[in-house]
């Protein structure tokens, strides 16, 4: 079984920049779909964003299109969230999954693996 590990968070005061980073290993992203998925404190969790494997199309969550960029290196099974413009309700743990192909692409929260996750707090 692969393993997914994410890196890039942190404090950022509003209006800033993260770019978090997942480590897939043993994962072939020319077969998987990763995305990431965030969790504020006492919320339900939120999917953010995921990529397809084969046709490489994208999905965001209204709350961040316009503002957050995922992209994928395949060559180094590694996934990146590029965030943009950041809002204090951006704050939360966000974790990277991964999924057969496609992405679930009415929630973007369907994944069969899953990262330890990587805190995002916006704070002034």
């Known amino acids: 079984q692969g393993q997914l590990v994410e890196s890039g968070g942190g404090l950022v005061r509003p209006g800033g920049s993260l770019r978090l980073s997942c480590a897939a290993s043993g994962f072939n992203l020319d077969y998987y779909a990763i995305g990431w998925v965030r969790q504020a404190p006492g919320k339900e969790r939120e999917g953010v964003s995921c990529v397809s494997a084969s046709d490489g199309n994208t999905y965001y969550a209204d709350s961040v299109k316009g503002r957050f960029t995922i992209s994928r290196d395949n060559a180094n099974d590694t996934v990146y969230l590029q965030m943009n413009g950041l809002k204090p309700e951006d704050t939360a743990v966000y974790y990277c999954?991964?999924?057969?192909?496609?992405?679930?692409?009415?929630?973007?929260?369907?994944?069969?693996?899953w990262g330890q996750g990587a805190q995002v707090t916006v704070s002034s």
């Open positions: 999954a991964t999924r057969l192909l496609w992405c679930q692409v009415t929630t973007l929260d369907k994944y069969d693996y």
